[in-house]
């Protein structure tokens, strides 16, 4: 077996290896579901989503705002554009979005880390977006330094098949060549995918022309995807659709994905919340699909709900798994790439709060047939902070999602009538055949947790899941070695960096 | 509205009532679910798991261990009986557990108290067993004042339907007269329905004349459900047997259920696991119809896996969750209500781990269709210790199942066209008449967590969920309220347990 290159789906065993290989990492394979999907809504309920989705579509329509490119483009697929709203008619939007691939593949640098986005299979990418981090020291604005720990530590994560984006942000360089420096680290640092600058289109240029060079020249193959957010409700601001735009026009994959805190930007109920969520997606995958028929997209729902005490977003709530798996029925009826779930919490600490709220929205996420996870890991204070215990915790975790995944085998093996009959009333297992055979990849196992007699654990300081990651992450990190990559492409992206950052010198910061 | 009494369904207002009520309580009503099963397994696995399972009764049988009056009933059935060895014919089993209800009624001494089980219904009751406890102090053999204080915990928390058993061993009262002491506490410190005595017959009886005495008479109504153990593998004690007996005998619940950790008292896999799960069931309810046909019965599965590496127990597991959802929908097939789900973990404190773990569970227990969920709240350490602050914040999560179970209104009020209308492109849900109308019900809300803002709680002294769960289980008991109780019945069962404590003076503490 090689280290470092063999993908192996599901199971134990590849962590197991991975824990045990110094400066090497395994990652276990893409997650193809052998699980079904849970059917929350009816197909009554769906069928009326779908229907008020086309109503909201066609008399309220959406805005797309400073973007007369956009509204021509509308206009010549047959919408009404009334200012800067357009009105699009009943089953213009779905017909358009029929030309979006049902599932795609996004290239890595080393072909062994390609994932495959769409269909049953399941994608787990880190965190995107926190100003500030959080360690043992507390909480704080994040660096650069920050930036590259946590991509280091993506990489040493075996259940992680993505490297993510915007995993913090680096508060401590300027913001018109951040994505420069964001970008290099992804490319350098891990040969796992990632994901491209959003923030201008000159920095989703730059995205596409940095991975052009990664890859020898990208020749119409998918090596980003990145997040294009909907101002809900139902407005696609100008940043954004630029950035699509590039994209799309370059055959990279985009995530479409409201915004939503529900009672705030849509309305109070999962039902409506839905139809503004449908409306949104459809008329944002229907644009990707006028500035380039088949370019591939992600039907995205990132929904949150507001705690009407306080106002501040809640996560792992039972409203937020409703509309988890809502919007995965109706991203399969749309034959579309479902992202969302992820490690979602409201508290302010690694606590038992952040992991209550974290699992409800992992557990969610898994059975809703989310194709593409985003913020899989180390989400804290309601996106606000990247934490470095929780990231190690989350990612442990998402080892479960791949055993879950698997499903159970009913094979003769797997039957164990003999191991039964061998053992009998009374005895036990432990010894038998069967149990021996099997033992070792029969239990997910994991990586992090104590399960140790309560005594062995008071000797060594009584920790808690905190200090375990803790320690943990120290290890990762020491064991890290960066991925080979030629030497040739690694001067040729510092070059374009240093090229851009000339240019972009004077730019405000 | 009579606070105290009402019974409401789902949602979260009952609880936000029950917050501010200071000395009563307001408990939600049972859980219909709303929603569909997940049905993990396939026909193919279901029926190879059925079939298998009555092979494992034919051919390896079940022991009956020193009950010859056991073993006697199932000759009379048909059963090839080899010294205690029950030999179960195929279709034997199942045809006697045709007799055992598909849903029964257990009653409470305050009606609106009372719990349908078994059907679309879930039921929560607290943690069941544990020698020790754990608080803020830390880890302690477990008193008799401990197990008042969790009993008039479980009586204050909105979301738990049931007292549950032993929430804790006493250890500072004698043995022999513990389940005397502990039936009192249900008795009169809470209304909700309770469990009885297994550790002995005469124990079991005990029970079943102080609830008679409780009711009034209990003329043939079910008061008390109570957990019996199956040691697997296949073997059934005389001590659980006897208790069963004597449940059975006059129409009392028992949940029969096998007590497993994979890999040690059941094979390995899964499949292996669930085809001597069913076996074990199938076998223990068929017994209980041949003591009173018709007795009601609860199908149990109390599986965990193991570490291969410490020997430990693991819970929140992917192998746990795979079992309860199987397991449920071997139940429904055999239309028995269904046991399991629960608040497991195995962490040593109620950090991050014990949280993941139990959020893991919790959600695998709602969507697996149980119906009667014992442990629901306040496991921790494997169930060696019964922790107050995770009952605290286990409860709290419990209100997450009301809700999810309630499923998603589709009504046109709740399809909120108008409000999208009204609202517009751009525009903000806060102030919409819609939101107005409904914001108040349409969240769940923890009463535990933290949402506030960041620099508040800071200000307010950073509290994890740990400091959050100690300072509302002071609130919550200074707010207790013992329920009324007629002084006649009170004085009855004191005269009761004082007769039964002089007659067992002498017998082995």
Known sequence: M????????????????????????????????????????????????????????????????????????????????????????????????????????????????????????????????????????????????DFEIFVKLGHMSPWLHHSGGTVCEPTDIPVATRHLDMLTAHMTL?????????????????????????????RDRTALISLININSPLTFDSIMMGALEEYATANQACIISPFIVGGAMAPVSVTGTLTQVLAEVMAGVAYSQLVRPGAPVIFGAFVTSIDMNSGAPTFGTPEAAQITYGAGQLARRMGLPYRSGGSFCGSKLPDAQAAYETANSLNAGLLAGVNFMLHACGWLEGGLVADFEKFVMDADQLGILHKMAAGVDHGTEAQALDAIREVGPGGHYLGCEHTQAHFKAAFWRSGLFDYKPFETWLEEGARDTRALAQAKMAKMLADYEAPPLDPAIREALADYVARRKAGLDGVAA
């Not at 993908?7 to 110094?22: D, L, M, N, Q, Y």
């Not at 990632?194 to 020249?217: N, Q, Y």
């Open 2 to 145: 090689v280290e470092g290159t063999r993908r192996k789906r599901g199971g134990g065993g590849a962590a197991r290896r991975a824990e045990r290989t110094s400066g090497k990492i395994v990652t276990a394979g893409t997650i193809t579901r052998q699980i079904p999907d849970y059917e929350l809504l009816s197909a009554e309920a769906l069928e009326i989503i779908e229907r008020n989705a086309e109503t909201v579509l066609e008399e309220v329509g959406v805005a797309f705002v400073e973007n007369p490119a956009a509204l021509q483009r509308w206009r010549e697929a047959g919408a009404d554009v009334r200012g800067e709203i357009v009105h699009i008619p009943r089953g213009l939007a779905r017909k358009l979005c029929a030309t979006a691939p049902a599932n795609f593949t996004q290239i890595a640098r080393n072909s062994e880390r390609n994932v495959e986005i769409g269909g049953r299979n399941l994608v787990l990418a880190p965190i995107y977006g926190p100003p500030f981090v959080r360690d043992a020291g507390g909480r704080r604005y994040a660096t650069m330094e």
């Open 190 to 218: 891990t040969d796992k995918p990632f994901m491209g600058s959003v923030t201008e289109p000159s920095r989703a240029r730059d995205s596409v022309e940095m991975t052009d060079i990664l890859f020898g020249g990208l």
